[in-house]
């Protein structure tokens, strides 16, 4: 990827100031779902998968994936971010805003993201496959989401020829992939199941019928802060569209089901759910250092808090933002320079509690 | 003792909204000592001792005190509690105002304290001696308490005679109080050397020289939020002045001690330091329910942080206090109901929110 393709107004250190429109707090049910995403991997016929390409190879793929983004997806401005090139720190931020995975940060050779403005639509370069084509939307909308993202993959693939079997349907590097190449991904907030122990039952379940429940951070991630990805795992033998509303029906059962428990919790423990709360807010306003995990925890709390009426002048969408901003990549960016550990938990106190200031607990 | 003994105008609910001068957190060393007192155990010639006397005996050992005391304490008016009709509820109040022990709250048979205006003076009637003098002051002060104890011995000896042996000296229904009958006794506020795990030493250091280390309430009890009492066990073959000397001492040098690891954990640990008092003062102005071991903790590192100018619109006198008034039956007296642990701790919760409402982190 020539450097002049690297969009110039695209200022990564300003996406630590601002959120992505799937942070909104918005869209339906988002007491409970954060986001919904639709992910399709894809490949460009003709060249070998991401493994056996040679640089120069994965290098013309880049070219011809970012010529069919060039000016816009799906009618959006576009910015191109040439990830081999990017500092650690960059692809971090990247990845802690969802908007690249930790393969495509820490892989090697040429590579790249495309990225819509408001970050809804993303399209990854070289990553485990040749194309990861992402819609993200605030709150549960899967159908928004597969619906776009059928748009954008055929706004490329009208310039782009993809790797296509007539039995198999799309060829993906890796065989748990092939069909449909979709990944459907709803991220939820379970606090209420978490702290009843109810959430190994939601393992249980979900594993049965073949949907994966992972952390905030995909794969591997251990879940934090309460917050929690379903998705499916399967994606031969049937449609997309099937696939999605088999995953829809799971959360909708789980959504259904913490927010009983929630309501279970307001009617017989509300002064201790209450004295969580606002014990979350105390701590969050006036700790001076703060871990990441710690920090989770207790906006965790705070983000039921605010559903549940006990919090003021505060609204999810500045929660779901903090959750962000207090990553490390995000805290470094804004303080313009890399932070030790505990320096971090000193900047993310500050931010903290300069952010919470104006709120109060009702 | 009859009823009209009783002092008509010392309201008990009223001890609950005020507080002992010993409370006041001035005095020498303050910033280590909360209070120092000199306690003597006397005997009245001519009586049994009191596991041996009858309740008319009894009887008229408080009539022969009172009467002693009848109009002043050293100058100061004074109150006379019959604690053989107090409720638990008010017994509790008195030993939580350190004005009565928990063997004088738990006794049977008549039974008195007599209480000088402003708390620095009691006398138990009947407790494990027929009488114990005590004097408290706020600060290291135990040569104050020893002249004031000395006086108020003197001003009931004028009229009651006291078990003497010229070879043994005072004589005590146990045999650790024979001679002087005196306990000296310092309360500190000792958190820099927990939290350096020292106070270990502390204990060992004291116990090598014959003193013991105790918590907040006495003989049994647990040190609670960092408060140690430290106080004599030997009372024969030395004199008064002689035994407070050693105490002096030895608490001199501790004082000296945990003022060294304080400046050093400024020096080494000052961000984490001001972490811990920040967390503590947000948990106190935000909880909805609070255990009283809990309270004591945060409250302990509240009053190391105004000491080290990291709280402001708050000081010593206030913490203090609110160790205090936060005990379980002050809680109740103030509420002016019984109340079950539960809510205890929600009115306690309630109770330090508002009181620290307009104090805020410096």
Redo the contacts between chains.
């Keep these: 990827m020539s450097s002049d393709r690297q969009d110039k107004d695209f200022c990564l250190a300003e996406l630590a100031r601002t959120s992505g429109e799937w942070l909104r707090g918005d869209g339906p049910e988002s007491d409970i779902v954060i986001s919904s995403r639709v992910r399709l991997a894809r490949n460009v016929a003709g060249f070998p998968f991401i493994t056996r390409a040679a640089a120069d190879v994965r290098f013309q793929i880049v070219q011809q994936v970012q010529a069919a983004l060039k000016s816009e997806i799906l009618g959006r401005p576009v910015h191109h971010v040439n990830v081999e090139t990017l500092t650690s720190l960059d692809s971090q931020l990247l990845m802690e805003r969802q908007l690249i995975s930790r393969e495509l940060a820490r892989g090697d050779g040429p590579r790249a993201v495309a990225i819509s403005e408001g970050e809804r639509h993303s399209v990854m370069i070289n990553e485990e496959d040749h194309l990861r084509i992402q819609v993200l939307h605030s709150g549960f909308a899967l159908d928004d989401c597969w619906q776009e993202c059928d748009a954008l993959d055929n706004q490329i693939e009208a310039t782009v020829p993809f790797a296509f079997h007539p039995q198999l349907g799309y060829l993906t590097a890796c065989p748990t992939n092939v069909g449909t190449g979709i990944r459907v991904s709803v991220m939820v907030h379970l606090p209420a199941l978490r702290v009843t122990r109810e959430i190994q039952k939601v393992h249980q379940a979900a594993q049965k019928i073949n949907l994966a429940v992972r952390g905030l951070y995909g794969e591997g991630s251990q879940a934090m802060g309460d917050f929690y990805q379903i998705s499916n795992q399967m994606t031969l033998g049937k449609s997309e569209t099937d696939l999605i509303a088999e995953v829809q029906e799971v959360v909708s059962h789980i959504i259904g089901w913490e927010r009983k428990v929630r309501d279970l919790l307001l009617r017989d423990n509300k002064?201790?759910l209450?004295?969580q709360v606002?014990?979350a807010?105390?701590?969050l306003?006036?700790?001076?250092?703060i871990s990441s995990e710690e920090t989770m925890l207790l906006l965790s709390s705070l983000r039921m808090g605010i559903r549940l009426g006990l919090v003021s002048n505060l609204d999810v969408a500045a929660v779901n933002e903090l959750f962000i901003h207090t990553q490390p990549a995000h805290l470094q960016k804004l303080h313009g320079a890399e932070l030790e550990t505990a320096d971090r938990n000193?900047a993310r106190?500050n931010f903290l509690r300069k952010r919470l200031g104006s709120s109060s607990?009702g």
């Design positions: 002064s201790q209450h004295d606002a014990r807010f105390g701590t306003t006036s700790a001076r250092s000193v106190a607990l």
